[in-house]
C-alpha cells in the first residue's frame, strides 16, 4: 500500500518496552454524562444520567527505568516505524490480510441521528428481561428541576412491576436499554444485543438429565446450609487491591524503589471521566425534595444559562477569527517595515539574547531512603 510522502516519520526500536497501559478510567464525575428526555406518546420527562460504578481500582501507570511515563505509539512492523496520528487509517478485515479502507467521513455518514430522546418502545414484566443482556448501570435523576413527570413515572412502573425498553444515542453511539424503576428511583441499564450472548448449544454443553432423587435431597440440604436472607458487603471486597496499595505505601515510606520522573515529563494523562465523585442519593433527595414553583424557576434558568453558553460561544469563536485575521495582515506589515528600514541604511542589529540556558540533564534521579 502507497505510504504517505511527507508526514514526518520518525524511526522507532521495536522492543518490549515499548508495551504502554491505558489510561486509567474515570468513577461517576460530579457532571451528567448525558442529558435529554424519556419520550412515549405525549409524555416527556426531562433527565439526567450518572454512572452508578465507579472504578476504585489503583492504576499501575507503565515507565522506562528511569521513571519517565510512557506514552502510546502505533508502530509498522514491516518498516519499524512510529506513525503519527494523522497518518493512521482503519480498515475491516475481509480476508485474511486484506483490508478494505474505511474513512472518517464514511463512519461518520454512518453515525445514528443525534438526539436529546430516550425513546420508549415497550413495557414488560420485570422477570422477563435476562440479566445476561446487563452491560452497564446508570441512574437516571430528574433534568431541569422537574420533578413531577419523573415521579408519576416511577411510581407507575413500581406498581405494575414493569420495566421500560428503549434505545437512545450516546456519544455517536446508539444503545438498546432497559429502565426499572426502584424505591421512586429510575436507573437504567444498557443492553447487550441478540448475537453477543453465548448459548448453552454454542457452549457444548451436554443435555440435562433428570437427577437421583436422594442426590437432589442432598443438595438442598447443602444449599440451605448457606442460605442468608442479604449479600453481605463485606464479601464483595477486593483485597488484592488492599494489599497492592498497603504494598506501595510501606516502600515509599521507606523509600525502597522509590523513582522521580524528570522535570520534561509529560503529565499523567486526565481520566476521562475525572472530576469530583458526586453523591447520587444525596442528588436524588435534593431534586426530589424540589417544590413545583421550584420546577418552573428551573426550567427559565436553565433556558437562560443556555442562552448565555451560546452568546459565550458566539463571542469565543469572533475572538478566534480575529487573531487570524491579524495573522495574515502581520507578513505585509513587516516586508514595509524591513524596505524602509534597509532605505534608512542597513538592518537593524538583533538584540543580544545572552547565553543560552544550560540543558536539563536526562534521567530521573533516585530518591534516597528514609533514614
Known amino acids: 500500500m502507497p505510504q504517505p510522502e511527507g508526514a514526518g516519520r520518525r524511526r522507532a526500536r521495536l522492543g518490549r518496552g515499548e508495551e504502554t497501559s491505558s489510561p486509567p478510567e474515570g468513577g461517576a464525575a460530579g457532571r451528567a454524562i448525558w442529558s435529554g428526555s424519556i419520550t412515549f406518546g405525549l409524555v416527556t420527562v426531562p433527565i439526567e444520567l450518572y454512572s452508578a460504578q465507579r472504578r476504585r481500582r489503583p492504576a499501575l501507570r507503565m515507565l522506562s527505568p528511569d521513571g519517565t511515563p510512557l506514552v502510546r505509539q502505533y508502530v509498522c512492523p514491516a518498516e519499524e516505524l512510529a506513525l503519527e496520528p494523522d497518518e493512521i487509517v482503519r480498515g475491516y478485515e475481509v480476508a485474511p490480510g486484506e483490508f478494505v479502507l474505511v474513512s472518517d467521513e464514511e463512519l461518520e455518514g454512518l453515525a445514528p441521528r443525534r438526539s436529546r430522546d430516550i425513546e420508549l418502545a415497550r413495557f414488560v414484566p420485570r422477570g422477563a428481561i435476562d440479566p445476561g443482556y446487563f452491560e452497564r448501570s446508570y441512574v437516571l435523576v430528574p433534568g431541569g428541576g422537574q420533578t413531577k413527570a419523573y415521579r408519576l413515572l416511577a411510581e407507575t412502573m413500581e406498581r405494575t412491576g414493569r420495566a421500560a425498553i428503549a434505545s437512545f444515542v450516546m456519544r455517536e453511539k446508539a444503545y438498546a436499554v432497559a429502565i426499572f424503576a426502584e424505591r421512586g428511583i429510575l436507573r437504567a441499564e444498557t443492553l447487550r444485543y441478540g448475537d453477543e450472548l453465548r448459548t ?72 476521562e471521566a475525572g472530576g469530583e465523585v458526586v453523591d447520587l442519593m444525596a442528588l436524588l433527595k435534593e431534586r426530589l425534595r424540589a417544590p413545583a414553583g421550584a420546577e418552573r424557576e428551573a426550567g427559565a434558568r436553565g433556558r437562560a444559562k443556555e442562552a448565555a453558553a451560546a452568546r459565550k460561544a458566539e463571542r469565543a469563536e469572533a475572538a478566534e477569527e480575529r487573531p487570524a485575521a491579524a495573522r495574515a495582515r502581520a507578513p505585509a506589515k513587516r516586508a514595509g517595515a524591513r524596505r524602509k528600514g534597509e532605505a534608512a541604511g542597513g538592518r537593524e542589529k538583533e538584540p543580544d539574547r545572552g547565553p543560552r540556558r544550560a540543558k536539563a540533564g536526562e534521567g530521573g534521579r533516585r530518591r534516597a531512603g528514609k533514614r
Open 200 to 271: 448453552p448449544g454454542t457452549l457444548g454443553l451436554p443435555e440435562a438429565v433428570e437427577p437421583d432423587a436422594k442426590r437432589v435431597k442432598r443438595m438442598q440440604a447443602a444449599v440451605e446450609a448457606l442460605a442468608h436472607d442479604a449479600v453481605a458487603e463485606s464479601e464483595l471486597q477486593d483485597d488484592a487491591d488492599e494489599r497492592l496499595l498497603a504494598l506501595a505505601r510501606a516502600k515509599w515510606e521507606r523509600g525502597d524503589d522509590v523513582v522521580e520522573a524528570p522535570a520534561a515529563a509529560p503529565a499523567t494523562a486526565a481520566p
